[in-house]
């Protein structure tokens, strides 16, 4: 018998799983299913987006529950649920607060959902990526997180604007830690067309950029008060679709490392092969002398956090 449609569940019905759900939604890559522990929010934001059907031209059912049973037997698992920063709370409060979220998110949707490939997103993403490897037990192939996918298409984004050429020519990558400080945006690589970016733009152009890049969620946040959400959801999409449609993309990613890069027991953002197993192989690009330092301070930046995290 066929298997039918695939079945993608997005934990968390807040803005970036909405977006999700609509770039998923749109894209036809499969039913969705938009649960939270909010009463009547996942129903309304999943019939609101079943209405868009008709008129955007997608033929998915999306369902919105507070069941954690209705996302049984999913292909896809994005765990966006979590709670922000709020003034005056410390890094190690965030840390605790949402690592108690995801714990529970893994305990409830591993078990009926076995053979999926998770996706996270909750913040602090490095930290929470692991604290998911660690109480699931599931392979690091299928489980990693948001990351670069999102930090570089910011990074692209702004090399076209400053060079005045098509989005779609630039190719560059982030690498390292989800946060402004510590993400590592590959300036040596990054090119157009094959062109390197370091021949076009002067070297203080350039570094304005990838200044500009580390700061691209908190400049939507200070312009906007509120968290960037529709590029995240396009990104979560594009992993998606890698997976579900074994593309084979080429897509950082927050990954356990198990000696690539010479780290150890440490999640962090490096490039990867995306594919219907999940992350099928981690590529070692090389970095920079600059970059290497940088990568290394990042990595430890994360172990930092990792030391908050009740294991």
């Known amino acids: 018998m066929p298997r039918g449609r695939a079945k993608i569940t997005i934990v968390g019905a807040g803005t970036v799983g909405t ?45 919105g529950t507070n069941d954690y049973g209705d996302t049984a037997g999913s292909d896809v698992v994005i765990v966006t649920a979590g709670v922000p920063r709020k ?11 949402n690592a108690g979220i995801v714990r529970s998110v893994m305990e409830q949707v591993v078990p009926r959902s076995p053979d999926a490939v998770f996706i996270v997103v909750t913040n602090p993403l490095d930290a929470m990526t692991y604290l998911a490897h660690r109480v699931s037990g599931l392979p690091r192939e299928r489980l990693f997180g948001l990351s670069g996918a999102l930090d570089s298409t910011r990074f692209r984004t702004f090399l076209a604007l400053e060079l005045g050429v098509s989005l779609q020519d630039v190719q560059a990558m982030v690498i390292g830690a989800h946060t402004d400080k510590d993400m590592v ?31 691209a969620g908190a400049e939507i946040t200070e312009l906007m008060k509120a968290s960037a959400f529709t590029a995240p959801g396009a990104a979560l999409c594009a992993m998606t679709e890698a997976v579900l449609l074994d593309l084979k993309r080429v897509i950082p990613c927050c990954v356990y490392l198990d000696g690539e890069y010479g780290e150890r027991d440490v999640c ?14 981690i590529l070692e690009v090389p970095l920079s002398e600059e970059e290497e330092r940088a990568f290394r301070a990042s990595v430890a930046a994360v172990r930092e956090l990792l030391a908050a995290l009740p294991l």
């Open 19 to 63: 977006a999700a759900a609509h770039w998923i939604a749109s894209r036809q890559l499969g039913d969705v299913v938009l649960v939270d522990i909010v009463e009547g929010l996942p129903q309304g934001k999943a019939l609101d987006l079943q209405q868009a059907g008709p008129i955007a031209g997608f033929d998915v059912r999306v369902m």
């Open 87 to 97: 003034p005056g709370m410390t890094r190690e409060e965030l840390v605790g607060t």
């Open 185 to 215: 945006p590959l300036a040596s690589s990054a090119n157009v067309r094959g062109v390197p970016v370091s021949r076009l733009l002067p070297p203080d152009r350039l570094q304005a950029v990838v200044a500009r890049t580390r700061r």
């Open 268 to 281: 962090v953002g490096v490039p990867v092969v995306l594919g219907s197993r999940g992350v099928e192989r």
